[in-house]
């Protein structure tokens, strides 16, 4: 299981990225992603997850509104799209799926969020 985030960096309040994950050596079809961050001296907290076909999404409250997660299956490779950033909102994104009760991370990509 490898996967690849891209997308990070530096953008002032009320600014947007887009994040990718790439994945690779599973079929990425068949299972969910999910979407955490870590932001210093924080734990790891869930920012979204999307089923394997997509249809379904969830949140974490502090995101809803504002960052919308999404998947091209064809691409292997799933999103986190973040609108209306905040300063709150600065962390290391990572992606993340769970096969056979075994999560996989991805490296990690840093979004920062200041004026």
């Known amino acids: 299981v490898r996967l690849v985030e891209s997308g990070g960096g530096l953008v002032q309040p009320g600014g947007s990225l887009t994040l990718s994950c790439a994945a690779s050596?599973?079929?990425?079809?068949?299972?969910?992603m999910s979407w955490y961050r870590q932001a210093p001296g924080k734990e790891r907290e869930l920012v979204a997850a999307?089923?394997?076909?997509?249809?379904?999404?969830n949140y974490a409250d502090s995101v809803k509104g504002r960052f919308t997660i999404s998947r091209d299956n064809a691409k292997n490779t799933v999103y986190l799209q973040m609108n209306s950033l905040k300063p709150e909102d600065t962390a290391v994104y990572y992606c993340?799926?769970?096969?056979?009760?075994?999560?996989?991370w991805g490296q990690g990509t840093q979004v920062t969020v200041s004026s």
């Open positions: 993340a799926t769970k096969i056979s009760g075994s999560s996989s």
């Open positions: 050596g599973f079929t990425f079809s068949v299972y969910a």
């Open positions: 999307i089923t394997s076909g997509g249809g379904g999404k």
